[in-house]
């Protein structure tokens, strides 16, 4: 016999398992867009809920029409047979259902029996049902729905139920009738916890009064002459009698009301109220806090509960008895009730309220306990601020910010250690190839990080269009290669950009340095006509500049004199115009240091514009040079050091990519003149 009950329980698994597999995936992908089109015409976009995915957005130009859900994946819904079925449900925003379909069913009554269509007609008429109000409770001649279908009434009144019961859900899931803004209650944090851990937890609140405080300070007419032990006590010895045993809490959090009256007691019971309503549960051993008169009365007159002055009493309407705490461990209570608190007493569950219960003296006054109930922070969603989409993209970029700030915390200290370093020629050649190879890889090719001379146009057009941080934070790459350029022309000039961090200079500088392995000779202008050359930068922003007061399209046509987006950015993936010009330059880079660079970069012209506030240029000179030495002005790549005319051997930091070649030739004993004399006459002395 065993067997056999055995391989039907067996059966009877398989066969629900079985079903439960018909159900599965995400929403998205059970549900037909047919659906979607019948309960909200007018939408075009959908979204899973931020909160719960089991619900799903549905919007039209960015307004919210309503949610889409399920009431298997709400409520795990069950038939009559314990079989399971879905009804996709339509949730309007002020609470009334917008359309429910059945669409999977598996029951062998509606096979046989009943025709389906009958059941799909009925679970269609939910449409407008409001779920803010409460589920009827079912009466003796009265279905729990007027229409509850005849010979199916058990499982037309459990899909009514499900899908009231998963309505509400996804209605407090969405904080439809909740606090739009500020903090509010966490309904549906689920913990399984038992007795000890919800008073660790701080969700229910206790209070213990001894006999002998009682005698001292209460005594009331009807209290029995036996007064009970109870088994657990903390704070005494267990031998101490009990006057009353007291736990207080508030019902609504599942964490707190499935553990107290079970899940399934809980959805049943929660269901009946309006969804704007509330409940605290109490349980008390001892004294009764409901009385006896109650009944008669139809209040509840030694219990009130009071939050800031608002003074909430109760009637027969508003009690729920129950038998038992559900958590496990708990103590048996002798009266447990849940008390209904409506939306209209305005309470708010989460500010901290006391329950006051009311006792005689000898003297036949009033005498108050008062246990205070504050509520966890742990079932209390605090709204979090926005985050402005720059910090989003911050943090998705946090890798990359490190790798920036790692290659400018290098480059600062190339720069501070410039000195040392110049004394080691190959090895800060290799160096310097190393960090020019990274810029235009990873900085430009990779990470997109060009400055470009609209990044300078942005600040120059504050005044117009306003200092939108947004604007600028939004590419944080960017963002900080700009702040480091800036900081270090207001300190050195234009080169540490211009000779390190710029991708397409980089690109420039690599070609003539293979061009120099192989051999192919430079073809420089005459000395002579720089000066006039280098005004032709200044001439194009100047020019750049004024346009974008007048018209930016115009401006951002003129900009395209910039290659970076050809070369860079785009990875010469645009119109053959485009790619031509910018390979032109390229080419020209072979034969010329930097031609782009020192004569047509507008933005080269604005950071050197900015370098004339510098306040040092850390480059070192001597009184010889320029008169009579010239190495260091035939050794500069970019003849940014004159060899003729007033400034004759003179650093022009404005032309200067700082690639520290003139400092090499300072340290070089071999080569530098003033130190190549010092070191024949050291011999000579010797």
């Known amino acids: 016999m065993k067997n056999i009950a055995l391989l039907i329980s067996t059966f009877f698994l398989f066969n629900v398992n079985f079903s439960y597999a018909e159900i599965t995936g995400n929403i998205e992908d059970r549900l037909e867009k047919s659906l979607i089109i019948e309960y909200f015409p007018p939408y075009d976009e959908t979204n899973i809920n931020a909160i719960d995915k089991r619900i799903l957005e549905i919007k039209s130009n960015g307004t919210l029409l309503g949610y889409i859900f399920s009431t298997w994946d709400m409520v795990?819904?069950?038939?009559?047979?314990?079989?399971?079925?879905?009804?996709?449900?339509?949730?309007n925003t002020n609470g009334t259902i917008a359309g429910a379909t059945l669409t999977y069913h598996n029951e062998p009554l509606f096979v046989h029996d009943i025709s389906e269509e009958y059941l799909e007609d009925f679970v269609k008429n939910s449409e407008g049902l409001d779920v803010s109000k409460g589920l009827p409770r079912v009466s003796k001649g009265a279905p729990l729905r007027a229409d509850t279908l005849h010979r199916g009434t058990i499982s037309s009144n459990l899909m009514h139920e499900a899908l009231f019961k998963s309505a509400r859900s996804a209605a407090i899931s969405a904080n439809l009738f909740g606090v739009k803004n500020g903090n509010r209650l966490d309904f549906l944090k689920v913990e399984n916890l038992n007795w000890d851990q919800l008073l660790e937890k701080d969700y229910i609140t206790t209070k213990r009064i001894l006999l002998k405080e009682a005698k001292e300070k209460f005594y009331n007419i009807g209290l029995p002459d036996k007064i009970i032990n109870l088994p657990r006590l903390k704070e005494t010895s267990t031998s101490e009698k009990i006057f009353m045993d007291i736990a207080i809490g508030?019902?609504?959090?599942?964490?707190?009301?499935?553990?107290?009256?079970?899940?399934?007691?809980?959805?049943?019971?929660?269901?009946?109220?309006?969804?704007?309503?509330?409940?605290i549960v109490i349980a008390a051993t001892g004294y009764s806090f409901k009385g006896s008169d109650w009944r008669r009365t139809k209040n509840f007159e030694r219990i009130r509960v009071i939050q800031e002055g608002n003074i909430i009493t109760f009637k027969a309407t508003d009690h729920t008895r129950l038998s038992k705490v559900?958590?496990?461990?708990?103590?048996?209570?002798?009266?447990?009730?849940?008390?209904?608190?409506?939306?209209?007493?305005?309470?708010?569950?989460?500010?901290?309220?006391?329950?006051?219960?009311?006792?005689?003296?000898?003297?036949?006054?009033s005498q108050k306990i008062i246990i205070p109930y504050i509520l966890s922070d742990e079932l209390i969603i605090k709204p979090e601020k926005e985050l402005a989409m720059w910090v989003n993209v911050w943090l998705e970029s946090k890798f990359r910010i490190l790798i920036l700030s790692l290659a400018l915390v290098i480059l600062s200290l190339i720069t501070i250690f410039q000195d040392k370093m110049s004394k080691y020629r190959n090895i800060f050649k290799y160096i310097r190839i190393s960090y020019l190879s990274f810029t235009l890889i990873w900085i430009g090719w990779y990470a997109g990080a060009q400055l470009s001379i609209f990044n300078i146009l942005s600040l120059i057009r504050i005044p117009i269009t306003g200092a939108d941080l947004n604007y600028f934070l939004i590419d944080p790459l960017i963002f900080i290669i700009l702040a480091f350029t800036i900081i270090s022309a207001l300190i050195l000039g234009r080169g540490l950009f211009c000779g390190w961090l710029c991708p397409f200079g980089a690109l420039q500088e690599l070609i003539g340095w293979v061009a120099k392995n192989l051999s192919i000779k430079k073809k420089e202008i005459p000395e002579k006509y720089y000066t006039k050359l280098w005004t032709i930068k200044y001439f194009i922003l100047v020019t750049i500049i004024g346009m974008s007061f007048i018209s930016m399209e115009t401006a951002t046509t003129l900009a395209e004199v910039e290659p970076f987006k050809t070369a860079i950015m785009r990875h010469f993936n645009r119109g053959i115009p485009y790619v031509s010009y910018a390979i032109a330059l390229l080419?020209?880079?072979?034969?010329?240091?930097?031609?782009?660079?020192?004569?047509?970069?507008?933005?080269?012209?604005?950071?050197?514009?900015?370098?004339?506030?510098?306040?040092t240029d850390n480059l070192k000179r001597r009184e010889e040079c320029g008169s009579p030495c010239n190495l260091c002005s035939?050794?500069?790549?970019?003849?940014?050091?004159?060899?003729?005319?007033?400034?004759?051997?003179?650093?022009?930091?404005?032309?200067?990519?700082?690639?520290?070649?003139?400092?090499?030739?300072?340290?070089?004993?071999?080569?530098?003149?003033?130190l190549v004399k010092i070191e024949k006459f050291k011999v000579r002395v010797a």
């Open 76 to 91: 795990k819904s069950l038939g009559y047979d314990r079989q399971p079925y879905e009804i996709m449900v339509g949730l």
């Open 250 to 279: 508030l019902n609504n959090p599942r964490s707190i009301g499935n553990n107290i009256l079970g899940e399934w007691r809980y959805d049943k019971i929660m269901s009946l109220y309006d969804a704007k309503d509330y409940a």
């Open 326 to 365: 559900n958590a496990q461990n708990a103590p048996k209570y002798k009266e447990i009730s849940l008390f209904r608190i409506s939306a209209e007493k305005n309470f708010n569950p989460i500010k901290p309220w006391y329950l006051e219960i009311s006792y005689f003296n000898e003297e036949n006054s």
């Open 587 to 615: 080419c020209l880079s072979a034969f010329m240091e930097r031609g782009f660079c020192r004569f047509v970069c507008p933005l080269g012209a604005g950071l050197a514009i900015i370098g004339k506030l510098r306040i």
């Open 634 to 674: 035939t050794s500069c790549p970019v003849n940014a050091i004159p060899s003729k005319g007033k400034d004759k051997g003179k650093i022009i930091m404005s032309e200067c990519f700082r690639c520290l070649d003139c400092q090499l030739e300072y340290v070089d004993a071999k080569r530098c003149p003033p």
